[in-house]
C-alpha cells in the first residue's frame, strides 16, 4: 500500500548515510563510499544489500572488528594481475580500489585479473561490474561470505552464499547485467521477507532437523540456506558448485579464509574477523572480435520478443530491472522504503546522535465525516440546479435570426460539410 512507504531523495539519503559512517568514526571519504555502495543497491533493485543493511553495518563499524581507517595495498602484481591486502578495511572500499585497478590495467592489456584478501563484506556486486560497464568492458565480480549455505547432501550449513555478477555492454546504453547469490535466494533476501512476515516457498532453507523451514524469520535466524536447485533432484549440486568456484577465485586463490573459516562480523554467532575474498575480472571487448556491443544487443532484443509464456509478464533479460527502477526513481523523485526500513534508519541516527533522515513529504488529503461528505455533495447538486436553470433560461429567449444567413444555413448538411475540410484548412 501506498502509506506503506516513504520516499527520499538521493541527496538527502546520501547526506544522512555519509553523517551516520562519520559519526561512527569512520573517515569521511570512507563514509562517502559506503553510502554510495547502500544508495546504489537500492537503485539496482538489491535492496538485501541496500539502506536495510544500514544498522548492521555500523553495528560492524562499531564492534572493532574492522579497521575503518585502514587503506588497502597491493602485494603482488603484473601487468595484467593483483593481488591486493584488504588490511582488514570496510568491503566496499576494498572493493572499489580493486575495480579501479582492475579496469585500469584491462584497458593496458586487455584483461585483468585481481584478487582481494583480508577484506569485509562489499555490498550488491553488481555495483562493481556496472563500474566496469560504463567504461565499454565487460566485468565479472564475485566474493566468498560467511557459511550460510549447506552443500549438497549436508545438513547444515558450512559454505558461502557466494555472489557473483556479470555485466556486459550493449549499443545505445543496453547491456546485460547479472547479479545473483549461490542460493536459492540470498540471505539478506530472506531477512527482509522476515521483517515483512512472508512465508517461504518450500525449498529456500531448512531448519537445525533439516527439515524445510517456511517461515522467514526463522530462516534468517538459523540461516541453512540451500543451494540453487534446492534439492539433488532438482540439480543443487550446481549450485553447491558454484559456490565452491567462487571460493577458489576468492578465498583459496587469495590466500584468505575460505568455507566454514570465514568470519561472521557483529553478530551473536562467532566474533571475529571476516577476513573476506574478492575476485574482480574485467575484459576489453576492443581486443576480440570487434562489433560485440552490436551483437550483444541483438541477442537481448531477440530475448525481449520473444512470446512470453504469461502474456502479462514479458521475457526481461538480467540488468532490466535496474533500467525501470531507475525510471521509477525519476518519477517519484527519489527511492521508496517501506516503513521498518526507515524506522531502522531512525533508530540509528538517534544512536548516533545524527539528524534523522529528511522524507518527502506527501501530499496532505481532508478526511471529512459522514456528515460533511454529505453536506458538500449537497451544496454541488445544489450548485449544479441552480447552473441548469441559468442555461436553460438563456436558450429559451428568442434570438431574432438575419432571413439570408437562415436561408444559407439550411443549404448544407453537416455531410456536405464534412465531405471535403481541406478548403477552410487551406484557407
Known amino acids: 500500500m501506498e502509506t506503506e512507504f516513504e520516499t527520499i531523495t538521493l541527496q538527502n539519503l546520501t547526506k544522512f548515510v555519509t553523517d551516520c559512517f562519520v559519526a561512527a568514526a569512520v573517515p569521511k571519504n570512507h563514509s562517502e563510499i559506503m553510502a554510495a555502495s547502500l544508495i546504489e543497491s537500492d537503485l ?60 585500469q590495467k584491462a584497458k593496458r592489456v586487455g584483461a585483468s585479473i585481481v584478487v582481494a584478501k583480508h577484506s569485509n563484506p562489499f555490498g550488491a556486486a553488481s555495483r562493481y561490474t556496472k563500474l566496469a560497464l560504463d567504461e565499454g568492458l565487460i566485468g565479472w565480480a564475485c566474493s566468498n561470505t560467511s557459511p550460510y549455505m549447506v552443500p549438497n547432501r549436508a545438513k547444515y550449513a558450512s559454505i558461502g552464499t557466494n555472489p557473483i555478477s556479470v555485466g556486459a555492454p550493449g549499443i545505445f546504453g543496453d547491456y546485460f547485467l547479472l547479479d545473483m547469490s549461490t542460493s536459492v535466494a540470498s540471505p539478506n533476501r530472506i531477512a527482509l521477507k522476515g521483517f515483512s512476515s512472508e512465508y517461504l516457498p518450500l525449498g529456500y532453507a531448512i531448519n537445525p532437523s533439516g527439515l524445510a523451514e517456511t517461515d522467514s ?67 576489453d571487448p576492443k581486443y576480440f572480435a570487434s562489433g560485440f556491443e552490436m551483437r550483444m544487443t541483438e541477442l537481448m532484443v531477440h ?125
Open 44 to 103: 539496482m533493485g538489491r535492496n538485501g544489500q541496500g539502506l536495510f543493511m544500514l544498522e548492521e553495518c555500523v553495528t560492524d563499524v562499531l564492534s572493532g572488528l574492522i579497521d575503518t581507517r585502514a587503506v588497502p595495498k597491493i602485494d603482488k602484481e603484473s601487468s595484467a594481475t593483483a593481488w591486493v591486502d584488504g588490511k582488514n578495511a570496510l568491503g566496499p572500499v576494498v572493493a572499489n580500489f580493486c575495480i579501479k585497478l582492475a579496469i
Open 217 to 283: 524469520y526463522i530462516a534468517a535466524k538459523y540461516k541453512n540456506f540451500l543451494p540453487l536447485g534446492s534439492e539433488e533432484i532438482h540439480s543443487n549440486y550446481k549450485g553447491t558448485g558454484l559456490s565452491l568456484m567462487m571460493d577458489i577465485l576468492c578465498g583459496i586463490l587469495g590466500g584468505s579464509y575460505y568455507g566454514t573459516e570465514v568470519g561472521i562480523v557483529g553478530t551473536d554467532c562467532v566474533k571475529r574477523k571476516a577476513n573476506i575474498s574478492h575476485c574482480f575480472i574485467i575484459v
Open 303 to 427: 530475448l525481449r520478443n520473444l512470446e512470453p509464456l504469461d502474456p502479462d509478464n514479458c521475457v526481461r533479460v538480467p540488468g532490466d530491472m535496474t533500467k525501470d527502477i531507475g525510471n521509477k526513481v525519476k518519477e517519484w523523485g527519489g527511492i521508496r522504503y517501506p516503513k521498518f526500513v526507515i524506522e531502522s534508519m531512525n533508530k540509528v541516527a538517534k544512536f548516533l546522535r545524527v539528524k534523522c533522515v529528511e522524507l518527502i513529504p506527501k501530499p496532505t488529503t481532508i478526511v471529512l465525516t459522514p456528515s460533511e461528505e454529505l453536506a458538500q455533495r449537497l451544496e454541488m447538486e445544489e450548485k449544479s440546479r441552480s447552473m441548469q436553470k441559468e442555461e436553460d433560461a438563456s436558450v429559451s429567449q428568442d434570438v431574432p435570426m438575419d432571413d439570408e444567413v437562415s436561408d444559407k444555413i439550411s443549404l448544407y448538411s453537416v455531410y456536405e460539410l464534412d465531405e471535403d475540410p481541406s478548403d477552410w484548412m487551406l484557407k
